[in-house]
Protein backbone atom coordinates (compact mmCIF):
# COMPACT_ATOMS: atom_id res chain seq x y z
CA UNK A 1 0.00 0.00 0.00
CA UNK A 2 0.97 3.65 -1.05
CA UNK A 3 1.00 6.07 1.60
CA UNK A 4 0.30 8.86 -0.56
CA UNK A 5 -2.50 7.20 -2.36
CA UNK A 6 -4.60 6.20 1.11
CA UNK A 7 -3.88 8.90 3.22
CA UNK A 8 -6.46 11.76 3.78
CA UNK A 9 -7.62 14.54 5.56
CA UNK A 10 -10.76 14.21 7.69
CA UNK A 11 -13.22 16.94 8.58
CA UNK A 12 -15.59 15.97 11.77
CA UNK A 13 -18.86 17.89 12.78
CA UNK A 14 -18.06 18.94 16.59
CA UNK A 15 -21.40 18.49 17.49
CA UNK A 16 -21.75 15.10 16.60
CA UNK A 17 -18.30 13.57 15.70
CA UNK A 18 -19.70 12.45 12.02
CA UNK A 19 -17.28 12.22 9.28
CA UNK A 20 -18.35 15.00 6.79
CA UNK A 21 -16.11 14.50 4.32
CA UNK A 22 -12.28 13.72 3.19
CA UNK A 23 -9.47 15.09 1.35
CA UNK A 24 -6.76 13.57 -0.42
CA UNK A 25 -3.27 14.53 0.41
CA UNK A 26 -1.31 15.95 -2.19
CA UNK A 27 0.71 13.70 -4.60
CA UNK A 28 3.74 12.27 -3.07
CA UNK A 29 3.01 13.03 0.92
CA UNK A 30 2.85 10.86 3.65
CA UNK A 31 2.30 12.43 6.28
CA UNK A 32 1.04 16.04 7.91
CA UNK A 33 3.17 17.61 10.55
CA UNK A 34 1.19 20.67 11.34
CA UNK A 35 -2.29 21.94 10.50
CA UNK A 36 -4.32 25.30 11.35
CA UNK A 37 -7.48 26.94 10.45
CA UNK A 38 -7.10 30.32 8.06
CA UNK A 39 -7.78 33.23 10.58
CA UNK A 40 -11.55 34.60 9.46
CA UNK A 41 -12.44 31.49 7.28
CA UNK A 42 -13.46 28.61 9.17
CA UNK A 43 -14.13 26.65 5.08
CA UNK A 44 -10.40 27.20 5.00
CA UNK A 45 -6.86 25.23 6.51
CA UNK A 46 -3.62 24.98 5.36
CA UNK A 47 -1.48 21.92 6.15
CA UNK A 48 2.36 21.28 6.26
CA UNK A 49 3.15 17.57 4.64
CA UNK A 50 6.61 16.22 4.14
CA UNK A 51 7.60 18.72 1.47
CA UNK A 52 4.86 20.88 0.70
CA UNK A 53 2.06 22.99 2.15
CA UNK A 54 -1.20 22.84 1.16
CA UNK A 55 -4.45 24.97 1.15
CA UNK A 56 -7.93 23.41 1.21
CA UNK A 57 -11.47 24.72 1.28
CA UNK A 58 -14.73 23.20 1.15
CA UNK A 59 -14.23 22.10 -2.12
CA UNK A 60 -10.94 20.16 -1.71
CA UNK A 61 -7.16 21.31 -2.84
CA UNK A 62 -7.02 24.71 -3.58
CA UNK A 63 -3.16 24.55 -4.18
CA UNK A 64 0.20 23.47 -2.73
CA UNK A 65 3.88 25.14 -2.34
CA UNK A 66 5.82 25.29 -3.68
CA UNK A 67 6.49 24.36 -7.50
CA UNK A 68 7.28 20.94 -8.49
CA UNK A 69 11.06 19.71 -7.89
CA UNK A 70 11.20 22.50 -5.06
CA UNK A 71 10.99 21.06 -1.55
CA UNK A 72 9.18 23.15 1.37
CA UNK A 73 9.01 21.01 4.57
CA UNK A 74 7.89 22.99 7.66
CA UNK A 75 7.59 21.07 10.92
CA UNK A 76 5.65 23.84 12.05
CA UNK A 77 3.70 27.59 11.29
CA UNK A 78 1.17 30.09 12.45
CA UNK A 79 -0.65 32.68 10.96
CA UNK A 80 0.14 36.62 11.83
CA UNK A 81 -3.16 38.34 10.25
CA UNK A 82 -5.45 36.50 7.98
CA UNK A 83 -2.73 35.98 4.93
CA UNK A 84 0.84 35.24 6.21
CA UNK A 85 2.29 31.93 7.52
CA UNK A 86 5.64 31.75 9.01
CA UNK A 87 7.15 28.42 9.48
CA UNK A 88 10.05 26.61 10.82
CA UNK A 89 12.49 25.32 10.71
CA UNK A 90 14.62 28.54 10.32
CA UNK A 91 16.09 29.35 6.81
CA UNK A 92 19.44 27.95 5.85
CA UNK A 93 20.23 30.90 3.67
CA UNK A 94 20.98 34.58 4.25
CA UNK A 95 19.94 35.57 7.53
CA UNK A 96 18.09 33.01 9.25
CA UNK A 97 14.56 33.52 9.72
CA UNK A 98 11.39 32.04 9.30
CA UNK A 99 9.79 30.40 5.59
CA UNK A 100 7.07 32.68 4.85
CA UNK A 101 4.23 32.03 3.06
CA UNK A 102 1.18 34.42 1.48
CA UNK A 103 -1.99 33.60 0.89
CA UNK A 104 -4.48 35.57 -1.17
CA UNK A 105 -7.50 35.16 -3.88
CA UNK A 106 -5.52 32.59 -6.10
CA UNK A 107 -4.40 30.54 -3.21
CA UNK A 108 -0.81 29.68 -1.65
CA UNK A 109 2.51 32.20 -2.73
CA UNK A 110 6.18 31.18 -2.13
CA UNK A 111 9.05 32.31 -3.12
CA UNK A 112 11.77 29.98 -3.24
CA UNK A 113 15.10 31.10 -1.04
CA UNK A 114 18.19 32.04 -2.54
CA UNK A 115 21.39 32.95 -1.29
CA UNK A 116 24.94 31.70 0.96
CA UNK A 117 24.45 28.89 2.46
CA UNK A 118 25.13 29.58 6.41
CA UNK A 119 24.04 26.85 8.03
CA UNK A 120 20.70 26.42 10.04
CA UNK A 121 19.77 27.85 13.15
CA UNK A 122 19.58 25.82 15.96
CA UNK A 123 18.34 27.49 18.50
CA UNK A 124 15.02 28.51 17.32
CA UNK A 125 12.96 25.43 18.92
CA UNK A 126 11.03 22.72 16.60
CA UNK A 127 7.46 25.43 17.21
CA UNK A 128 6.36 28.46 16.63
CA UNK A 129 2.92 30.10 17.52
CA UNK A 130 1.27 33.12 17.28
CA UNK A 131 -0.96 35.57 19.37
CA UNK A 132 -2.05 37.56 16.05
CA UNK A 133 1.38 39.83 16.40
CA UNK A 134 4.27 38.46 17.99
CA UNK A 135 5.42 35.12 17.25
CA UNK A 136 6.53 32.49 20.29
CA UNK A 137 8.77 28.91 19.55
CA UNK A 138 9.19 26.31 21.88
CA UNK A 139 12.98 27.17 22.95
CA UNK A 140 11.53 30.70 24.64
CA UNK A 141 12.02 33.25 21.59
CA UNK A 142 9.84 35.90 20.64
CA UNK A 143 10.07 37.61 17.02
CA UNK A 144 8.30 40.57 15.88
CA UNK A 145 7.63 40.12 12.42
CA UNK A 146 7.32 43.56 11.81
CA UNK A 147 10.92 44.25 11.99
CA UNK A 148 11.77 40.41 11.59
CA UNK A 149 13.88 40.74 14.77
CA UNK A 150 14.05 39.34 17.64
CA UNK A 151 12.08 40.91 20.68
CA UNK A 152 13.03 39.00 23.39
CA UNK A 153 13.24 35.43 25.57
CA UNK A 154 11.17 33.78 27.84
CA UNK A 155 13.39 31.00 30.47
CA UNK A 156 12.22 28.12 28.64
CA UNK A 157 13.94 24.99 30.74
CA UNK A 158 12.93 21.83 29.25
CA UNK A 159 15.54 19.70 28.40
CA UNK A 160 16.44 19.38 24.41
CA UNK A 161 14.00 22.67 24.38
CA UNK A 162 15.42 22.94 20.58
CA UNK A 163 15.07 19.42 19.16
CA UNK A 164 12.17 17.81 17.88
CA UNK A 165 10.83 15.72 20.83
CA UNK A 166 9.61 19.02 22.13
CA UNK A 167 6.77 19.38 19.22
CA UNK A 168 3.73 21.10 19.74
CA UNK A 169 4.11 21.77 23.52
CA UNK A 170 3.88 25.60 23.25
CA UNK A 171 0.73 27.55 23.29
CA UNK A 172 0.07 30.92 24.29
CA UNK A 173 -3.56 32.31 25.29
CA UNK A 174 -3.33 36.75 24.57
CA UNK A 175 -6.65 37.33 26.43
CA UNK A 176 -4.65 36.27 29.49
CA UNK A 177 -1.21 37.73 28.68
CA UNK A 178 0.63 34.20 28.75
CA UNK A 179 2.93 31.50 27.12
CA UNK A 180 2.40 28.37 28.08
CA UNK A 181 5.12 25.18 27.89
CA UNK A 182 4.94 21.84 29.03
CA UNK A 183 8.22 19.28 28.56
CA UNK A 184 10.51 16.97 30.74
CA UNK A 185 12.93 19.03 33.18
CA UNK A 186 14.24 19.25 36.39
CA UNK A 187 12.15 18.21 39.37
CA UNK A 188 12.21 17.82 42.62
CA UNK A 189 16.21 17.07 43.80
CA UNK A 190 17.81 14.71 41.37
CA UNK A 191 14.59 13.85 38.76
CA UNK A 192 12.77 15.04 36.11
CA UNK A 193 9.51 15.18 35.36
CA UNK A 194 6.92 16.51 33.16
CA UNK A 195 5.96 20.65 34.41
CA UNK A 196 3.81 22.74 32.53
CA UNK A 197 5.09 26.77 32.66
CA UNK A 198 2.96 29.65 32.57
CA UNK A 199 5.27 32.91 31.13
CA UNK A 200 4.20 36.40 31.35
CA UNK A 201 3.78 38.12 27.88
CA UNK A 202 4.34 41.04 28.79
CA UNK A 203 7.45 40.79 31.49
CA UNK A 204 8.86 37.68 29.67
CA UNK A 205 8.99 36.28 33.50
CA UNK A 206 8.02 32.40 34.76
CA UNK A 207 4.75 33.42 36.49
CA UNK A 208 3.80 29.65 37.59
CA UNK A 209 4.15 26.18 37.32
CA UNK A 210 2.50 22.86 37.62
CA UNK A 211 4.79 19.34 37.80
CA UNK A 212 3.56 16.20 36.82
CA UNK A 213 5.56 13.00 38.27
CA UNK A 214 3.24 10.11 37.57
CA UNK A 215 4.00 11.49 33.48
CA UNK A 216 6.73 9.08 33.61
CA UNK A 217 7.53 8.91 29.33
CA UNK A 218 9.50 12.71 28.47
CA UNK A 219 7.61 12.58 25.11
CA UNK A 220 4.37 15.31 26.07
CA UNK A 221 2.98 17.17 22.97
CA UNK A 222 -0.38 18.91 21.74
CA UNK A 223 -0.83 20.89 24.59
CA UNK A 224 -4.32 23.03 24.43
CA UNK A 225 -5.55 25.52 26.20
CA UNK A 226 -10.07 25.16 27.17
CA UNK A 227 -12.42 27.23 29.28
CA UNK A 228 -11.14 29.58 31.55
CA UNK A 229 -8.36 27.79 33.33
CA UNK A 230 -8.24 24.59 31.31
CA UNK A 231 -5.33 22.75 29.52
CA UNK A 232 -4.96 19.10 27.50
CA UNK A 233 -2.09 17.49 26.38
CA UNK A 234 -1.10 14.09 25.11
CA UNK A 235 1.27 11.67 26.96
CA UNK A 236 2.06 7.95 27.29
CA UNK A 237 0.10 6.00 29.81
CA UNK A 238 0.93 4.30 32.81
CA UNK A 239 1.85 1.76 31.17
CA UNK A 240 4.05 3.29 28.16
CA UNK A 241 2.83 1.89 25.18
CA UNK A 242 0.00 3.59 24.05
CA UNK A 243 -1.22 7.60 24.49
CA UNK A 244 -3.05 9.01 26.18
CA UNK A 245 -5.40 12.52 26.77
CA UNK A 246 -4.55 14.40 29.88
CA UNK A 247 -7.40 16.95 30.92
CA UNK A 248 -6.95 19.37 33.48
CA UNK A 249 -7.70 22.72 35.21
CA UNK A 250 -5.25 25.18 37.04
CA UNK A 251 -4.66 28.23 38.63
CA UNK A 252 -2.11 28.88 36.48
CA UNK A 253 -4.19 30.42 33.95
CA UNK A 254 -4.57 33.21 35.77
CA UNK A 255 -6.98 36.12 34.29
CA UNK A 256 -5.43 38.97 33.19
CA UNK A 257 -5.41 41.97 35.83
CA UNK A 258 -7.78 44.55 35.75
CA UNK A 259 -6.62 47.93 35.27
CA UNK A 260 -6.95 51.44 36.75
CA UNK A 261 -6.61 54.70 34.58
CA UNK A 262 -6.64 58.41 36.64
CA UNK A 263 -5.66 61.63 35.21
CA UNK A 264 -4.12 64.95 36.14
CA UNK A 265 -4.06 68.70 34.12
CA UNK A 266 -1.68 70.85 34.75
CA UNK A 267 -2.18 74.39 33.46
CA UNK A 268 -1.08 77.71 35.14
CA UNK A 269 -4.53 78.66 34.72
CA UNK A 270 -7.33 78.03 33.24
CA UNK A 271 -7.41 80.58 30.15
CA UNK A 272 -7.89 79.84 26.80
CA UNK A 273 -4.41 79.71 25.25
CA UNK A 274 -2.65 78.93 28.11
CA UNK A 275 -0.04 75.20 27.84
CA UNK A 276 -2.27 72.52 29.19
CA UNK A 277 -0.73 69.00 30.65
CA UNK A 278 -2.96 66.01 30.73
CA UNK A 279 -0.83 63.27 32.49
CA UNK A 280 -3.01 59.77 32.49
CA UNK A 281 -1.25 57.27 34.87
CA UNK A 282 -2.33 52.96 34.47
CA UNK A 283 -1.93 50.66 36.93
CA UNK A 284 -2.97 47.02 37.27
CA UNK A 285 -2.79 45.46 41.15
CA UNK A 286 -0.85 48.72 42.36
CA UNK A 287 1.72 48.59 39.77
CA UNK A 288 2.24 50.84 36.84
CA UNK A 289 1.32 49.27 33.38
CA UNK A 290 4.40 49.83 31.19
CA UNK A 291 3.08 48.90 27.72
CA UNK A 292 0.17 49.88 25.80
CA UNK A 293 -1.32 53.47 24.80
CA UNK A 294 -3.82 55.64 26.27
CA UNK A 295 -6.31 57.91 24.07
CA UNK A 296 -7.07 61.38 25.34
CA UNK A 297 -10.69 62.82 24.89
CA UNK A 298 -11.77 66.36 24.99
CA UNK A 299 -15.44 66.41 25.13
CA UNK A 300 -15.45 62.88 23.25
CA UNK A 301 -13.30 64.37 20.43
CA UNK A 302 -10.54 62.49 20.40
CA UNK A 303 -7.60 64.57 20.89
CA UNK A 304 -4.25 62.55 21.34
CA UNK A 305 -3.00 59.12 21.60
CA UNK A 306 0.49 58.55 23.76
CA UNK A 307 2.19 55.59 24.74
CA UNK A 308 2.59 54.27 28.11
CA UNK A 309 6.26 55.36 29.73
CA UNK A 310 8.34 53.35 31.80
CA UNK A 311 6.33 54.61 34.85
CA UNK A 312 3.61 53.54 33.39
CA UNK A 313 2.04 57.49 32.88
CA UNK A 314 1.38 58.90 29.05
CA UNK A 315 1.68 62.67 28.84
CA UNK A 316 0.07 65.03 26.59
CA UNK A 317 -0.22 68.90 26.34
CA UNK A 318 -1.98 70.92 24.14
CA UNK A 319 -2.66 75.19 24.09
CA UNK A 320 -5.77 74.94 21.52
CA UNK A 321 -8.76 74.31 23.90
CA UNK A 322 -11.64 76.76 23.00
CA UNK A 323 -13.63 78.55 25.50
CA UNK A 324 -16.32 76.95 27.91
CA UNK A 325 -16.31 73.73 29.14
CA UNK A 326 -14.13 71.03 28.56
CA UNK A 327 -14.48 66.67 29.92
CA UNK A 328 -10.76 65.19 29.43
CA UNK A 329 -10.72 61.72 29.03
CA UNK A 330 -8.37 59.24 29.20
CA UNK A 331 -9.12 55.49 27.93
CA UNK A 332 -6.44 52.73 27.99
CA UNK A 333 -6.39 50.74 25.14
CA UNK A 334 -5.03 47.72 26.63
CA UNK A 335 -2.16 45.63 25.81
CA UNK A 336 -0.66 41.99 26.18
CA UNK A 337 -1.71 40.56 29.68
CA UNK A 338 -3.94 43.64 30.44
CA UNK A 339 -7.40 44.54 29.44
CA UNK A 340 -8.72 47.98 27.98
CA UNK A 341 -8.84 50.30 31.28
CA UNK A 342 -11.60 51.70 32.51
CA UNK A 343 -12.41 55.72 31.22
CA UNK A 344 -11.14 58.46 33.53
CA UNK A 345 -12.48 61.94 33.04
CA UNK A 346 -11.55 65.35 34.37
CA UNK A 347 -13.68 68.53 33.98
CA UNK A 348 -12.45 72.20 34.13
CA UNK A 349 -13.71 75.24 32.35
CA UNK A 350 -11.65 77.32 30.03
CA UNK A 351 -12.52 81.24 30.05
CA UNK A 352 -10.59 83.92 27.57
CA UNK A 353 -8.28 86.03 29.05
CA UNK A 354 -9.08 89.72 30.51
CA UNK A 355 -8.99 92.50 28.15
CA UNK A 356 -6.29 95.28 29.28
CA UNK A 357 -7.85 98.23 30.57
CA UNK A 358 -7.89 101.09 28.79
CA UNK A 359 -9.07 104.56 30.29
CA UNK A 360 -10.76 106.31 27.20
CA UNK A 361 -11.52 109.85 27.24
CA UNK A 362 -14.36 111.27 28.68
CA UNK A 363 -15.21 113.69 25.39
CA UNK A 364 -18.05 115.64 27.59
CA UNK A 365 -15.55 116.79 30.30
CA UNK A 366 -12.92 117.67 27.50
CA UNK A 367 -15.59 120.16 25.97
CA UNK A 368 -16.47 121.45 29.52
CA UNK A 369 -12.94 122.31 30.15
CA UNK A 370 -12.47 123.42 26.64
CA UNK A 371 -15.20 126.07 26.74
CA UNK A 372 -14.09 127.09 30.10
CA UNK A 373 -10.41 127.69 28.95
CA UNK A 374 -12.43 130.37 26.06
CA UNK A 375 -13.62 131.95 28.79
Not at 57 to 79: E, R, W, Y
Not at 235 to 246: K, R
Not at 256 to 278: D, E, R, Y
Request: glycine share 10%; aromatic share 10%.
Amino acid sequence: MVASRHAWLTCLLANTSVVERTFAYPPNQTAVSDMHVVPGSSQSIVAAFDTVVALYADGGLVNSVPAPGQTLGLTSFDFVGPSTIYGLPFTSVQNHYFYIVTLNSQGLQFTPLTGTNFGPDSETGAEVVSDGNLLYTSAGEVWNPATQSLAGTFPVSTYNKTSYPNMFNTAVDSSLGQIFVIGEQSYASSSSAAVLSAYSIQSLGLTGSLAFPQVLYPYIGHLVRWGIDGFAFIASGPNLTDQEVYILRSGIAAPAAATQTSITLSSPSSLVGQLVTVTASVTAGGNAVTSGSVVIMDNGNQIGTVSLDSSGQAVFTTSGLAPGQHTISAIFGGSHGFPNGNRYRHTRKFTEPNQPFVRRPNCRNNKRTSESSVK
